[in-house]
């Protein structure tokens, strides 16, 4: 098992560009997310899926895209990147469950914008 | 709503300390309370957790107990080595679909 895994590991992008951060687990999980990491404010929920075909918005959902096409896959989309926006990304994944299921995270993706 | 509060970072210790750190919450239903560790370069890793009340999760030396009345999952070492350093992250799930909440991190280091 690779896990969960997360492409690409360093990005620099001008303001105003697109770009799509990969995420992909071959564990089968039915729950996937994506949360960004800033100095001092933990991390926070962009956008979660509970299946393919299915997502929802998080806490932080703004200058976000998410699909779910494939339980394995869950791409998350910058459409124009701002400064703002510079961060690490992390995916999750976990299996499903009702309550106190482990979260599986991805090594992450920083990212830079201009 | 729901929100996680840690102490704020960083903890200097020496090796073979004690180690505390401090996490409470605030959720409106019966959440599922974890920490997470984060070593440098790298993803969170869970360390343990604890899914109702009075539950006590541990994990390599490190306790945490799940005490409702006080709302609070504080992480405890009786001795910590300096393999120990890195970010420790307390986080909340809801009930359903596991949507999780965490802290803002607590950065720990451990000087031989």
């Known amino acids: 098992n690779a896990g969960v895994t997360q492409t690409p590991k360093f990005q620099v992008l001008k303001t105003g560009q697109s770009m799509t951060l990969q995420c992909a687990q071959d564990m089968n999980h039915e729950y996937m997310s994506w949360y960004r990491q800033d100095p001092g404010m933990g991390l926070r929920l962009i956008h979660y899926s509970v299946g393919a075909g299915i997502t929802d918005q998080g806490e932080v959902p703004n200058g976000y895209n998410v699909s779910r096409s494939t339980t394995e896959d869950f791409p998350l989309r910058l459409l124009s990147a701002a400064p703002s926006q510079t961060s690490v990304y992390f995916c999750?994944?976990?299996?499903?469950?009702?309550?106190?299921?482990?979260?599986?995270f991805g090594p992450g993706t920083r990212l830079l914008v201009l | 709503g729901n929100s996680v509060t840690q102490m704020e970072g960083p903890v200097t210790l020496s090796e073979e300390a004690f180690l505390t750190i401090n996490c409470t919450y605030t959720a409106t239903g019966y959440p599922s309370l974890f920490w997470y560790v984060q070593y440098p370069g790298e993803g969170l890793q869970l360390l343990l957790k604890?899914?109702?009340?009075?539950d006590k999760g541990s994990n390599k030396g490190f306790e945490a107990t799940y005490r409702k009345e006080t709302t609070s999952f504080h992480l405890e070492k009786g001795s910590v080595q300096v393999s120990d350093s890195a970010v420790y992250f307390c986080a909340l799930s809801e009930n359903n679909f596991n949507k999780f909440y965490f802290g803002s991190g607590t950065k720990l280091n451990v000087k031989p």
């Open positions: 604890a899914t109702k009340a009075d």
């Open positions: 999750a994944s976990s299996p499903p469950g009702s309550r106190g299921e482990t979260q599986y």
